[in-house]
């Protein structure tokens, strides 16, 4: 506590700080200290340039998960593009590229993060063959593939034709 209370009045006396608040957050790692600082910036609107085409401004808020009324961090930019980048790659966009930036508004106190996302291609099934199986497991294999597969090349598999899809 004492490292606390010496580390709040350094703060105080070295910047433009009216008030210093801690906020404890208990991690695997051990104990995580924020030190929040006012004049304090909050998020505002977060922004996903790029990725809207493909996905729901709601969705991307989800996966990055800032909280209402949160404190704004810029430490905590690269950990969220990287939430952002795993999400993209499990939904096929394995070549998709972020740039994390924030925008500030002094009038307002606020920092509106800006994820600058260039998806790339999405990687498709292109060709489903199965070699060695019987010509009867062959068919009921495509089969049981056949709800995946209908949606995305609009129709029946047969056995020993080639399946290639592009949107």
Same mark, same amino acid.
């Given at each position: 506590?004492?490292?606390?209370?010496?580390?709040?009045?350094?703060?105080?006396n070295?910047?433009?700080?009216?008030?210093?608040?801690?906020?404890?957050?208990?991690?695997?790692?051990?104990?995580?200290?924020?030190?929040?600082?006012?004049?304090? *910036? *909050?998020?505002?609107?977060? /922004?996903?340039?790029?990725? @809207?085409?493909? !996905?729901?401004?709601?969705?991307?808020?989800?996966?990055?998960? *800032?909280?209402?009324?949160?404190?704004?961090?810029?430490?905590?930019? +690269?950990k969220?593009a990287?939430?952002?980048?795993? !999400? !993209? /790659?499990?939904?096929?966009?394995f070549?998709?590229?972020? #740039?994390?930036? @924030?925008?500030?508004?002094?009038? /307002?106190?606020?920092?509106? +993060?800006? !994820?600058?996302?260039?998806?790339?291609?999405?990687?498709?099934?292109?060709?489903?063959?199965?070699?060695?199986? +019987?010509?009867?497991? @062959?068919r009921?294999?495509? #089969?049981?593939?056949?709800?995946?597969?209908a949606?995305?090349?609009g129709?029946?598999?047969?056995?020993?034709?080639?399946?290639?899809?592009?949107?």
């Amino acid at each position: 506590q004492a490292d606390v209370d010496s580390s709040i009045a350094a703060l105080k006396n070295a910047g433009n700080f009216t008030k210093v608040e801690i906020d404890a957050e208990p991690e695997t790692e051990g104990l995580r200290i924020n030190f929040i600082l006012e004049p304090a *910036y *909050y998020i505002g609107v977060v /922004h996903f340039p790029g990725a @809207t085409k493909a !996905f729901s401004y709601t969705r991307l808020l989800q996966i990055i998960n *800032y909280q209402d009324e949160q404190a704004y961090d810029k430490s905590e930019l +690269p950990k969220q593009a990287a939430k952002l980048l795993d !999400f !993209f /790659h499990s939904d096929g966009f394995f070549s998709a590229q972020i #740039h994390a930036d @924030t925008q500030l508004d002094d009038a /307002h106190k606020l920092a509106n +993060p800006i !994820f600058r996302v260039d998806l790339g291609r999405q990687a498709r099934i292109g060709k489903i063959d199965i070699q060695g199986a +019987p010509a009867e497991e @062959t068919r009921r294999l495509l #089969h049981s593939l056949q709800g995946l597969r209908a949606r995305l090349t609009g129709g029946l598999l047969k056995p020993g034709k080639s399946y290639n899809s592009a949107r």
